[in-house]
């Protein structure tokens, strides 16, 4: 049987973002695998280039007389482009997509991005004849410009280029003149665009206490044995986990191996880069949206040249092209950010798991709040659980308060704050005290709630709100269940039926007026655009340049601020009925998160959750600060209605600019399905999407159920290569999206 491998030769270059087919001789078979590297004959003249393996199939895709055949494996395997490669085939199977989309989320592109270059001007002559050369132009009073610049050359017989040319308005031109003559000669070498090069190196080295050490000295004992593993480290907030962390990453370097450290927010940068930077110094650098292109690509090749052993970032960090990559750490593991909305639709921690274990690597996984997923994993034994129960120096978790904003209805208080908030607000601005104000807008544009009674209206089928629609329904986005909407209360009949409406602004102007001298930061969207906008507001704060800080999910995760004694949640209920079954845990997360960022100092800390629903399991444990009693009543719903991870969803989303063509193709494609009969599949659907039409976009979904993720997986290559042979879908877009964090 004849054999043969699909290879791409570079994805940078449009003409050959593509692969292309090749025989694999006999000889070869053995040494060809995804990822492998091979030499291969190309183009009219055949010269002889390099590619990597991404497919090996018995199916010729081309009239096999045509095809040319693999010259030879290469003897100079860039291993970390291998492992890159095969991380990407890793992914395009178990997450869908094209080969090309896996590819380039793995490997980092260079643009046409001009190098940035240190020059210096160095002196090649004696300084005799220097001397000589410049009196004949004191003598003619001529020639100023190369009269200057033999002064400088003299002082200095090494001197910055930009010196020169901008600062002595000296031409280059008249620099040729004396590199011709022989007096000197322009040095050039690359310089790295480093985003954190100018952090003071503080000397952050933090003695472990007793419960930290314990935890370092378990994943050290494996390491040391060559054991690798993933570990959920599940530490309440402000145990000292980032102090593990960074123990765990200095015995990595120590053996002459690197490490990368997962972060959810581009907010989070700031004050573990300072962190990071104090004990490792200028071996640590950072990868985030806010990099220019140029940036980002110099941090790539900083880390494939051994420049640094450290790599910060969100999830596309995940890919530095370390060569002998030793640890992964995924911090705030919990966090949706660590799932790409953009396909392939991989989770991070998911795709470290599998890249640590090409790489012979180990993966920490470290939350207050751990994801039930990975919680339930723990416990099953495929992660290995390690706790923290205290935070450091002994302190206490903050004391919280759960406020009714029914009560505060029905006493008179309109007002977004309540009495017993306004009230502390007023006593830490009195002790000099800071104080933050979370607003939970997670799920704005969703549910309908009772004012009254708390209630939230949801769907018969799926244990989810329902979401109102412009049209003044009432719509399910899991199974399509619609209704008109309500104009009183089914429980109490009351009429004050809405949503929360105010946003961090509106917070903004209502905390001004009522406490005119507090100087107030607000971070969002709106105040973070700049570049270096978050470093800005926090290091602000953090020098307590601010007495109240206000803002979204951005200010409550992993950030330290000694001085905050005061957090005040607004709105708890808002990211508690959105249409999404992971609703509860995100709730109890963001309330835990967020009420750990008080009491961090000296002074204790207390916490005001404001709700219109107190007695809800999620916000009563978020309270208790009880992640163990918030798991064990998510999972005995998540088991009645057979949601991950006790059962694994795949959704199949279908868009067209035809409604009537992605309600055709969906229906197809369920029929299929159905007819395949596999056993324990569950299927729901097709129905409109989360939202049916954007720009002019049309949306359907089918959801999947099975207990069998690898089911899923199989199903998803048969209806992709069903597609593939039919060719006639091609006016339909068909994603996959394997346990989705949201609905679609």
């Known amino acids: 049987?004849?054999?043969?491998?699909?290879?791409?030769?570079?994805?940078?270059?449009?003409?050959?973002?593509?692969?292309?087919?090749?025989?694999?001789?006999?000889?070869?078979?053995?040494?060809?695998?995804?990822?492998?590297?091979?030499?291969?004959?190309?183009?009219?003249?055949?010269?002889?280039?390099?590619?990597?393996?991404?497919?090996v199939t018995d199916q010729a895709e081309y009239d096999e007389k045509k095809l040319k055949e693999i010259d030879s494996v290469a003897s100079d395997l860039v291993i970390v482009e291998t492992q890159l490669i095969a991380l990407a085939v890793w992914m395009r199977k178990n997450y869908g997509g094209t080969m090309n989309q896996a590819l380039k989320t793995v490997l980092p592109i260079k643009r046409k991005i001009k190098n940035k270059e240190k020059k210096t001007i160095v002196l090649t002559t004696d300084r005799e004849q220097v001397e000589k050369e410049l009196a004949i132009y004191q003598q003619k009073g001529t020639y100023k410009a190369r009269k200057r610049l033999l002064e400088a050359i003299l002082e200095s017989p090494e001197i910055s280029y930009e010196v020169i040319t901008q600062r002595l308005n000296i031409s280059a031109k008249v620099i040729r003149f004396f590199e011709d003559a022989g007096m000197i000669k322009v040095v050039s070498e690359a310089a790295y665009r480093n985003p954190v090069g100018q952090i003071e190196n503080r000397g952050y080295h933090k003695k472990l206490n007793e419960i930290q050490q314990h935890v370092v000295d378990e994943i050290r004992k494996d390491m040391q044995e060559d054991i690798h593993k993933t570990y959920l480290l599940h530490g309440v907030t402000g145990s000292g986990k980032t102090e593990v962390y960074m123990e765990l990453i200095a015995d990595v370097i120590e053996k002459g191996q690197q490490a990368i450290v997962l972060i959810p927010e581009i907010a989070l940068t700031y004050q573990t880069v300072i962190r990071f930077y104090g004990r490792f110094a200028d071996r640590v650098s950072i990868i985030n949206s806010k990099l220019a292109p140029g940036e980002r690509y110099d941090q790539f090749l900083r880390a494939k040249n051994g420049e640094i052993d450290i790599m910060i970032g969100p999830r596309s960090a995940l890919f530095t092209p370390f060569q002998n990559?030793?640890?992964?750490?995924?911090?705030?593991?919990?966090?949706?950010?660590?799932?790409?909305?953009?396909?392939?639709?991989y989770h991070a921690r998911e795709t470290a798991i599998e890249r640590a274990r090409m790489a012979g690597a180990s993966v920490v996984l470290g939350s207050a709040t751990p994801s039930v997923d990975s919680y339930y994993k723990a416990l099953k034994g495929e992660y290995q659980l390690l706790e923290m129960k205290e935070r450091v120096a002994e302190r206490e978790l903050p004391v919280c308060k759960v406020v009714d904003m029914r009560k505060e209805?029905?006493?008179?208080?309109?007002?977004?704050?309540?009495?017993?908030?306004?009230?502390?607000?007023?006593?830490?601005?009195?002790?000099?005290?800071?104080?933050?104000?979370?607003?939970?807008?997670?799920?704005?544009?969703?549910?309908?709630?009772?004012?009254?009674?708390?209630y939230?209206?949801?769907?018969?089928?799926?244990?989810?709100?329902?979401?109102?629609?412009?049209?003044?329904?009432?719509?399910?986005?899991?199974?399509?269940?619609?209704?008109?909407?309500?104009?009183a209360c089914p429980k109490c009949k009351s009429?004050?039926?809405?949503?929360?409406?105010?946003g961090t602004q509106k917070v903004e102007q209502v905390i001004r007026k009522r406490y005119p001298r507090a100087r107030i930061l607000?971070?969002?969207?709106?105040?973070?655009?700049?570049?270096?906008?978050?470093?800005?507001?926090?290091?602000?704060?953090?020098?307590?340049?601010?007495?109240?800080?206000?803002?979204?999910?951005?200010?409550?995760?992993?950030?330290?601020?000694p001085d905050v004694?005061?957090?005040?949640?607004?709105?708890?209920?808002?990211?508690?009925?959105?249409?999404?079954?992971?609703?509860?845990?995100?709730?109890?997360?963001?309330?835990?998160?967020?009420?750990?960022?008080?009491?961090?100092?000296?002074?204790?800390?207390?916490?005001?959750?404001?709700?219109?629903?107190?007695?809800h399991y999620s916000i009563q444990t978020a309270q208790m600060q009880d992640y163990k009693a918030f798991y064990n009543h998510e999972m005995a719903i998540r088991k009645m209605l057979s949601y991950p991870p006790v059962a694994n969803m795949a959704a199949i989303?279908?868009?067209?600019?035809?409604?009537?063509?992605?309600?055709?193709?969906?229906?197809?494609?369920?029929?299929?399905?159905?007819?395949?009969?596999?056993?324990?599949?569950?299927?729901?659907?097709?129905?409109?999407?989360?939202i049916s039409k954007i720009h002019d976009i049309y949306r359907k979904v089918i959801y999947l159920k099975h207990d069998d993720y690898a089911q899923l997986v199989d199903l998803k290559d048969r209806i992709e290569l069903f597609l593939k042979k039919r060719g006639d879908f091609t006016k339909v877009n068909i994603t996959f999206d394997f346990n989705p964090m949201s609905g679609l």
């Open 1 to 55: 049987m004849a054999y043969y491998a699909n290879i791409i030769i570079d994805i940078s270059t449009g003409k050959l973002d593509r692969t292309f087919q090749y025989r694999i001789p006999e000889e070869l078979f053995a040494q060809i695998y995804p990822g492998v590297q091979v030499n291969i004959p190309f183009g009219k003249n055949n010269r002889m280039v390099s590619g990597f393996v991404i497919e």
């Open 495 to 502: 009429k004050y039926l809405g949503s929360f409406k105010a």
């Open 456 to 487: 939230v209206i949801k769907c018969p089928h799926c244990d989810v709100s329902l979401s109102l629609h412009k049209n003044r329904k009432m719509v399910c986005h899991y199974c399509g269940y619609e209704e008109d909407i309500v104009k």
């Open 325 to 345: 990559l030793g640890l992964i750490i995924i911090d705030e593991e919990h966090e949706s950010s660590y799932k790409s909305e953009t396909i392939p639709k």
């Open 565 to 615: 004694t005061l957090v005040g949640i607004l709105a708890a209920d808002m990211s508690l009925y959105v249409n999404d079954y992971r609703a509860a845990e995100r709730t109890f997360q963001l309330l835990t998160q967020a009420a750990g960022r008080a009491g961090r100092g000296n002074e204790a800390g207390e916490v005001v959750i404001q709700t219109y629903t107190p007695k």
């Open 653 to 690: 989303l279908f868009t067209s600019e035809q409604e009537e063509l992605s309600e055709k193709t969906a229906a197809y494609i369920a029929a299929l399905i159905q007819k395949a009969q596999i056993p324990g599949l569950t299927m729901i659907g097709p129905a409109d999407g989360r």
């Open 409 to 454: 209805l029905y006493k008179g208080n309109r007002s977004i704050l309540s009495e017993t908030l306004e009230a502390l607000i007023e006593d830490r601005l009195y002790k000099k005290e800071q104080v933050m104000l979370f607003i939970n807008r997670r799920g704005m544009s969703g549910f309908v709630s009772c004012r009254s009674c708390g």
């Open 522 to 561: 607000r971070m969002d969207y709106d105040t973070t655009r700049g570049k270096n906008s978050y470093e800005e507001i926090l290091s602000a704060f953090s020098s307590h340049d601010a007495d109240i800080l206000i803002g979204t999910q951005m200010i409550v995760k992993g950030h330290d601020f």
